[in-house]
């Protein structure tokens, strides 16, 4: 077992002190986040309520508010005594089934303006990160290349393709780029990584993460952006693919 509060670059990213302070649904959603992309696991192990609220920048009331809803989503778990505290549980089925009807039930011109957003943040993720990338960024994005092109099932897909987005958001050094980049992927994860037949093309995919990266390392900032824009639009087509034929399926 792992513990929730382990710091990473990711996870720090999605922990980061919230600017709608006082609110336990923020607090809450910002968990729940993290748990939807993979960056803890069933079993990790929350803060306690001091630590947390100190990480978010909340008061320890707003924490236990959102610990709360946490517990009724049936997210997180609470144990007393003396090896106690509030464990992160996730569902054995999982929650593809909700996903499939969340996609049917959405828009085409839903799916287009998530995808337009998409565009927009990770493009100029992937510039600025061209221009300001950290030396150490490089075995860091291809670990998660190769992760990518290995991963077993839409979980693991899900937790490499959404790390990869938001390392790369991280390296742009930009604190609000950051948080834009984790809600996004926490919305579009999920419907993307499907089952079979509906997820996308894994080594189609590992493999455009391959040309941003090479960009980024290049420092070449406009084929940085066009490699990820390339990338955004081939993730909302899909998208679009899935709902018709979900739709065709009935």
């Known amino acids: 077992m792992t513990t929730f509060g382990s710091a990473t670059p990711l996870l720090s ?14 607090v809450a959603r910002r968990i729940t986040e993290a748990i939807a992309l993979g960056l803890v696991s069933d079993g990790d192990q929350l803060p306690n309520e001091n630590d947390l609220s100190d990480q978010l920048g909340v008061a320890n009331g707003t924490v236990r508010e959102a610990l709360a809803l946490l517990r009724e989503a049936g997210l997180i778990e609470t144990r007393r005594g003396r ?14 089934h909700l996903q499939l009807a969340r996609l049917r039930d959405l828009a085409v011109v839903d799916l287009r303006d998530l995808g337009d957003e998409e565009t927009a943040v990770f493009g100029t993720a992937a510039r600025l990160a061209a221009e300001r990338a950290p030396a150490d960024l490089g ?15 839409p979980a693991e897909q899900r937790r490499a393709d959404a790390r990869f987005h938001i390392e790369l958001a991280v390296a742009a050094r930009s604190v609000r780029l950051t948080r834009l980049a ?14 079979a037949p509906y997820g996308p093309d894994q080594e189609q995919f590992a493999e455009q993460h391959r040309e941003i990266l090479v960009a980024v390392l290049a420092g070449d900032a406009a084929g940085a952006r066009a490699a990820a824009e390339t990338h955004a639009v081939a993730c909302v087509h899909h998208l679009v693919r899935g709902q018709q034929r979900l739709a065709e399926d009935g």
């Open 13 to 26: 990213a999605v922990l980061a002190p919230l600017a709608d302070l006082g609110r336990a649904d923020a």
């Open 83 to 96: 090896n106690g505290g509030s464990f992160v549980r996730i569902p054995a089925e999982g929650c593809e």
């Open 139 to 153: 075995p860091r994005l291809a670990g998660l290349v190769q992760e990518l092109r290995g991963a077993g099932g």
């Open 182 to 195: 984790v809600r996004l992927q926490a919305e579009l994860g999920p419907l993307l990584w499907l089952p």
